[in-house]
């Protein structure tokens, strides 16, 4: 389902609970309008939030079948959704999902396909199980939309270069209309959401990304320690003095299985 990148529990639930990730998963929600009595399936269900908040709304007479390539978050989904007996979770493969054809009557699927080569297959297996009439929503993040300032404009783009070296399939959402259409989902409907902070603050989505994402440029030998030590450090003083810019476009794709 992706190469050997691995997040912590701890460090994605950080992440969901930034304001603007909020908003992102109500934005989800809002184009999925969901009914009790529906079946869904999340794939790369993650921490469970969005799994949790699905199961909400399809009630005890529907279900929701999370699934996650690592075992870790299939427990920590597990454990959000406890007291929700609609949920059920596993580990499970986008390219391989085990599931009968046309069995779902949505199915989401949050930042997974960046970390998947091949993204085609993916998408065919969630039309696959995708009842007639369903919809199928995919979230993924276009990293060259990113707009912010830094002194360090080289060792920014450089950062940014390294992660798109990283996984197998980046930069997805100029491509995911056409390969949803040849999958044969139609009437898709395309949200950019963007991720804005102006303030350098731990609990924004961004500050936690952008460690992430020096650390790694990092440890692929893109840049050294103390050049990303300095990258932080500076965006930090931007903080600081009131200059703190961060914008990244996500996008947003829901259409209608045949």
């Known amino acids: 389902m992706s190469q050997s990148i691995h997040y912590s529990p701890s460090s994605l639930n950080h992440a969901y ?34 799994t949790a908040s699905m199961a909400e709304l399809v009630g005890k007479s529907g279900a929701v079948c999370a699934i996650d390539k690592e ?76 707009v912010m ?4 404009p080289e060792t920014t783009e450089t ?15 100029v491509r995911l209309n056409k390969l949803m259409t040849d999958a044969g989902i139609t009437d898709i409907n395309i949200e950019a959401i963007p991720l804005v902070n102006t303030s350098f603050d731990p609990m924004n989505f961004s500050v936690s990304s952008l460690n992430w994402l020096s650390g790694n440029a990092y440890k692929k030998g893109a840049i050294t320690k103390e050049e990303s030590q300095k990258w932080r450090e500076d965006l930090a003083s931007l903080g600081d003095t009131g200059e703190y810019f961060f914008c990244v476009n996500r996008f947003l794709f829901v259409g209608v299985g045949e």
């Open 159 to 173: 950062i940014y270069r390294a992660w798109d070296n990283t996984v197998p399939s980046p930069n997805l959402p």
């Open 71 to 146: 075992n870790d978050m299939v427990s920590a989904t597990k454990d959000r959704c406890k007291s929700l007996t609609q949920v059920s979770s596993s580990t499970g493969d986008v390219t391989q999902l085990s599931f009968p054809d046309n069995h779902f009557d949505v199915v989401t699927c949050t930042q997974v396909l960046l970390y998947v080569e091949e993204v085609e297959k993916a998408i065919n297996e969630m039309q696959r199980v995708l009842k007639p009439g369903g919809k199928l929503a995919i979230l993924e993040t276009d990293w060259r939309t990113t």
């Open 17 to 50: 609970a930034a304001p603007e990730i909020v908003h992102q998963r109500q934005r989800t929600l809002d184009s999925i309008n969901l009914s009790l009595g529906q079946s869904v399936l999340d794939v790369g269900c993650g921490t469970g939030f969005l």
């Open 149 to 152: 300032y830094s002194r360090y």
